[in-house]
């Protein structure tokens, strides 16, 4: 069993629309393998895959390097993947297993609060993030190089508890197909609508946040 790194926390109609998703996603990961799948949910909302069959551990490497994973211990020095839980004037606490502290001074991404940084990078409550273990836990270097990048982009908003196809569907309602260049999946229910060049990300925001009971944070270049 492989217990993948992003959060189920959605209910009712969305919370299958979420899991049948996910079983898409894993389909169209291990579907060339020997292999068969099924996908529960952990108490605590992580999405656990059983795998069976000749081919398991290519399987398993295989979501691993997608999703990142949900470990029952740690190794100082190693990075693993938790969810942003929540957030304080001392840093942020992700949910990897367990609750995981990173300091602020541990966060590298310039200077503010953790509230402040958290706005800046759009760092939406749930996305999966990138950590180092060890004492204290620090934010993994490949993580903060990715969210540096999405400040140097054309503008995001970030969003979450809203399947891609859910937030591709909620643009194209509110008119702003021709806006965008993409949507990108952060984790299951935490998407990324890259804009384009000449979009501003705060109005687009403003525009689809009517449509989208959700988070959404944008992130300006």
Not at 161 to 167: C, H, I, L, P, V
Request: net charge negative.
């Amino acid at each position: 069993m492989v217990v993948l790194a992003t959060k189920v926390y959605v209910g009712g109609d969305a919370r299958e629309r979420a899991l049948d998703g996910l079983r898409s996603l894993i389909r169209n990961t291990v579907g060339d393998l020997d292999v068969e799948f099924e996908v529960g949910v952990r108490h605590d909302g992580f999405p656990s895959v059983t795998l069976s069959g000749p081919d398991e551990e290519v399987a398993r490497n295989a979501l691993r390097e997608e999703w990142g994973v949900i470990t029952p211990q740690f190794r100082e020095g190693d990075t693993y993947t938790g969810t942003l839980e929540f957030w304080d004037e001392d840093g942020f606490v992700l949910d990897a297993g367990e609750e995981v502290r990173i300091p602020a001074d541990e966060l590298g991404l310039g200077p503010g609060t953790p509230e402040q940084i958290r706005k800046r990078f759009g760092l939406v409550q749930h996305v999966p993030l990138r950590f180092v273990y060890g004492e204290p836990c620090s934010l993994a270097e490949a993580e903060r190089d990715r969210l540096f990048e999405w400040t140097r982009g054309t503008g995001r908003v970030n969003v979450n508890s809203a399947t891609r196809g859910e937030t591709r569907a909620t643009v194209n309602r509110a008119g702003h197909a021709h806006d965008i260049v993409t949507v990108e999946r952060l984790g299951l229910l935490e998407q990324s609508i890259i804009c384009r060049e000449d979009t501003d990300a705060p109005g687009l925001l403003s525009s689809i946040g009517e449509y989208l009971p959700a988070e959404l944070l944008a992130v300006v270049p």
